[in-house]
């Protein structure tokens, strides 16, 4: 039975002390709209860069936490899944948000409609040198040694890590970091042609995708570099608003 709720879904916020534009904007989000909701989706890339949950003594982090924490007040269930910034954000950070972990995919029953829940960097199967570059990183001896480091050796390889990506992101045509229509395909078809969501290209659309006859849809969410955006859906439907 569809419940009569509505669900949000917002990814790529990347949040740090640097950018206070859409942490002002964030937490008037999580105030004013999610607060309404039966349940908040954050499809990764919800920081910058999040080098290991000992960096949740920093009070920007830790108060984004506890922002996240006083959904629970509200009835509100929270989700957090990992983005290529933040995969490293453990256990500690989704006990002090009240979060459940999202494995990524992550097939749901989104008010009885099946849809798929994704970051989108693993569908981006044309850029080789990322999935080599995810490949190394998500493997748990590479994050436990990693780990290992002290925090402040870790944050200076995760700055040497994003100036390296913007300069290899110069160089890349733009169709290879969007997703494979292919892997698309494949995705949808593997979890019986639900309706899929995902981040992490910052092209917000709907999409339609015809698989095997089946009519499904993908909506891509915005990323809040300038101002915010969000996936609203219910039984009816999924639609998607901006935020000023
Ligand atoms: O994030 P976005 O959209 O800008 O770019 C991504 C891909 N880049 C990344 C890297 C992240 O931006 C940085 C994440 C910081 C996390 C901190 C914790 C872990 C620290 C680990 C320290 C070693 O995901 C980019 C894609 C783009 O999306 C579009 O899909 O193209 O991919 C790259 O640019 C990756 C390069 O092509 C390959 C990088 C090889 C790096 C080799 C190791 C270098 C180590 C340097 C540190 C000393
Ligand atoms: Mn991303």
């Known amino acids: 039975m569809p419940s009569a709720g509505h669900s949000l879904f ?3 916020l990347h949040l740090s002390p640097a950018l206070p534009r859409a942490n002002i904007l964030f937490k008037q989000f999580l105030r004013d709209v999610a607060t309404r909701a039966e349940a908040l989706y954050i499809l990764g890339d919800l920081f910058e860069a999040w080098v290991g949950d000992d960096d949740l003594d920093l009070p920007f982090h ?3 936490a506890q922002a996240l924490a006083e959904l629970q007040r509200h009835g509100v269930r929270l989700h957090i899944m990992h983005g290529n910034r933040d995969f490293l954000l453990g256990e500690r950070f989704l006990r002090a948000a009240g979060a459940m972990p999202l494995s990524d995919p992550r097939l749901i ?3 009885g ?3 798929l829940l994704a970051h989108g960097d693993a569908l981006c199967t044309d850029d080789l040198k990322y999935q080599a570059f995810r490949q190394q990183v998500r493997d748990p001896a590479w994050q436990a040694a990693f780990l290992a480091k002290p925090l402040a ?3 200076l390889m995760a700055q040497a890590l994003r100036e390296q990506s913007e300069q290899e992101k110069s160089g890349k045509a733009m169709a290879i970091m969007d997703v ?3 892997a698309v395909a494949e995705a949808l078809r593997a979890h019986g042609y639900p309706r899929l969501i995902h981040g992490h290209t910052h092209r917000p659309a709907r999409h339609v995708h015809e698989v095997d006859g089946h009519a ?3 909506w891509v969410l915005p990323d809040w570099y300038e101002g915010g955006g969000y996936l609203r859906c219910d039984a009816q439907g999924c639609a998607a608003l901006t935020l000023d």
Request: with cysteine; net charge negative; glycine share 0%.
């Open 113 to 115: 409609q099946p849809t």
């Open 180 to 182: 494979n229509a292919d």
């Open 216 to 218: 499904c849809e993908r």
């Open 153 to 155: 050796e870790r944050r």
């Open 109 to 111: 029953d989104l008010h």
């Open 62 to 64: 830790l108060k984004i």
């Open 10 to 12: 917002i990814a790529d």
